[in-house]
C-alpha cells in the first residue's frame, strides 16, 4: 500500500512536470518526463493490485505498448511508424479491457466515434502523405 501511494504521488509530480514541461518548450524534459510517467504507471499497475486477473493484466499489457509507443516517438523521423502500431496495440488492450462484461444491445454508440475519426482523418489527411493508410488503420 505504501508504495502504491508513493508511485501515486511521483505519477502525479511526473505529469505535472511534463505538462510544465511542454508548455515551456524544454523538449527534452518533455521527453523524460513522459516516458518516465509512463514507466511509473506500468510500475503501479503491476503493484496496485493482488489479484491479477483478466482485466488487470490487459491494461498491464496496454501500458505496456504505450511505453513502447512513448518510446518510439522520441525518434519520429525513424520510428513513427512503430510508436503508431504500439499505441494502436495499447488501445485495442484497453477496448478489450473495458469492454468485458458489457452487453452491447445497439451500435447507436459508435456513431459519433465514426463521426469524429472521419473528421480527424479529413482534417489530417492533407499533411499524411504515404502515412494515410496506417493513420486510417489507428482510427
Known amino acids: 500500500m ?6 501515486i504521488i511521483l505519477i502525479c509530480i511526473t505529469g505535472l512536470a511534463h505538462i510544465i514541461s511542454h508548455y515551456a518548450n524544454k523538449k527534452k524534459y ?8 509512463t514507466s511509473l504507471l506500468f510500475i503501479l499497475s503491476i503493484f ?18 504505450s511505453w513502447f509507443g ?17 499505441f494502436l496495440l495499447a488501445h485495442i488492450c484497453y477496448i478489450i479491457a473495458f469492454s468485458v462484461g458489457i452487453e452491447v444491445k445497439s451500435f447507436l454508440y459508435i456513431i459519433p466515434l465514426i463521426i469524429y475519426g472521419t473528421t480527424m482523418f479529413f482534417y489530417l489527411k492533407k499533411d499524411l502523405g504515404e502515412l494515410k493508410i496506417p493513420v486510417i488503420v489507428y482510427i
Open 2 to 7: 505504501i508504495i502504491s501511494n508513493l508511485l
Open 30 to 37: 518533455v521527453i523524460f518526463f513522459k516516458t518516465f510517467t
Open 48 to 65: 496496485i493490485n493482488n489479484d491479477f486477473n483478466f482485466y488487470h493484466k490487459v491494461i498491464t499489457l496496454g501500458l505496456f505498448f
Open 70 to 86: 512513448d518510446v518510439f516517438l522520441l525518434f519520429p523521423e525513424k520510428k513513427f511508424i512503430h510508436g503508431l502500431i504500439s
